[in-house]
């Protein structure tokens, strides 16, 4: 719950929540009962979710969730109330809209009808339909779009001029096909199905080590739109160029790292996600930069790669060493050369970033660590004051903040990095 909680917090910090519990009517047999889980649920938020709404509990007290039944009908009502409040007090719907963009929206979903149509194609279906609705404007039709994207009407992505072009209408369309990749291979994947048409090793290949060949890929979402889906992955960061045959998906690494008890070698920088939260998938998608970085830097491919740990040239004769603690909500990153430490801060630093802005809605919050000569971990603004070496040196991190935190594309800001 608590990492639902979170989630939900990074991504719309500004909606309401509420919080329901079910088979109320069992509950009500011991008394007590709706306390204790009030209490457990108050522990547990600890008064930092604001937009958690309170139910008007005259009959049961002052509780922090909603207890329903839908056998019995009990409490229903008032959570429906509750709900048409939180609509009715939010600014997005009382925003006023062109009769015109409301016909386009109509038209656009009326699609759905079509049992096999999941999509529509901007270039081929939508301009005729905002042309025939009075929006010939492509400028309009895209602003319209975005309004709609991001009420979650449908869903429209504008990165890439491939993603561009796509309008998805059904999102299970889009959820069906990527589980198909990123999944449980030992029990949601039938490797006979795959032997059958000579792609057992690579299947094998995607499941044990993360590495999916195009053919796979072609293979599993039955040549349909595959450009689109790799675009989307590159650019959600799920997804990495391994080879000129080959994609490494970060989040199909199953084994897990084991600290040597010598540790681990190089200069240590500590980013320190325990102030908020380390979110599922924010590593993975450090990797990726990294590995893309790595290819277009002149990196090697050797690479050691596990869940929570790889070991990687961010460019030839540059090795690093990445670690994710979901303990201790941090990633550490290790550098054994002394005169690259400040430029390997500064890049993940500048990757980060990245991924916040592009994929957790500027939600990620982190406090940056660097060891000293004695291996105690420093604020990287006392580091900063004290010009700590080898961290600060010169005034190439500054550099490298300001290309990262403008909005370019993740083509521009990989080349910046480079």
């Excluded at 009500?28 to 306390?35: I, S, T, Y």
């Amino acid at each position: 719950l608590l990492f639902w909680l979170r989630s939900i917090k990074l991504h719309a910090p500004s909606v309401s929540m509420l919080l329901v519990g079910t088979f109320f009517a069992d509950m009500m047999e011991e008394k007590g009962n709706l306390r204790l889980i009030d209490k457990i649920l108050r522990e547990l938020t600890n008064g930092s979710f604001e937009q958690i709404v309170f139910p008007d509990n005259i009959e049961h007290g002052d509780l922090i969730f909603f207890p329903i039944d839908n056998k019995e009908r009990l409490g229903i009502d008032r959570l429906r109330r509750a709900v048409e409040h939180c609509a009715r007090d939010d600014p997005v719907s009382s925003q006023e809209v062109s009769i015109r963009w409301m016909a386009f929206l109509d038209r656009i979903l009326s699609e759905k009808q079509n049992e096999t149509k999941e999509y529509l194609t901007f270039s081929d279906e939508v301009k005729i339909i905002g042309a025939i609705v009075g929006i010939p404007s492509v400028g309009e039709q895209e602003e319209a779009l975005s309004f709609f994207h991001e009420r979650g009407f449908l869903i429209h992505m504008t990165s890439t001029e491939i993603l561009k072009n796509i309008v998805i209408i059904k999102p299970q369309w889009l959820i069906d096909a990527l589980s198909k990749v990123i999944c449980e291979g030992n029990m949601h994947i039938n490797m006979d199905q795959f032997k059958q048409v000579g792609l057992e090793n690579d299947a094998q290949m995607t499941y044990a080590r993360g590495l999916a060949s195009r053919d796979f890929l072609e293979y599993i979402w039955k040549g349909e739109q595959v450009e689109f889906f790799i675009d989307l992955m590159k650019r959600t960061m799920l997804l990495s160029e391994w080879d000129r045959e080959s994609y490494l998906v970060p989040s199909l690494l199953r084994d897990t790292y084991v600290i040597p008890k010598a540790g681990i070698s190089g200069h240590r920088c500590v980013y320190d996600f325990s102030l908020c939260f380390l979110p599922s998938g924010v590593f993975q998608r450090l990797l990726c930069l990294c590995v893309e970085l790595s290819s277009r830097s002149g990196g090697n491919t050797n690479l050691k790669l596990y869940e929570n740990f790889a070991s990687i040239e961010l460019e030839k004769g540059l090795p690093v060493h990445l670690l994710e603690n979901k303990e201790a909500q941090a990633i550490s990153v290790f550098t054994e050369k002394t005169h690259a430490a400040q430029r390997v801060m500064s890049v993940i630093q500048s990757m980060l970033l990245k991924v916040n802005h592009d994929v957790m809605g500027a939600g990620l919050a982190w406090e940056t660590y660097v060891e000293n000569n004695t291996r105690e971990l420093v604020s990287l603004s006392e580091a900063k004051r004290q010009k700590l070496a080898p961290w600060f040196d010169s005034n190439r991190q500054l550099e490298t903040e300001k290309t990262s935190t403008g909005k370019v594309d993740l083509e521009t800001f990989l080349e910046s990095l480079s």
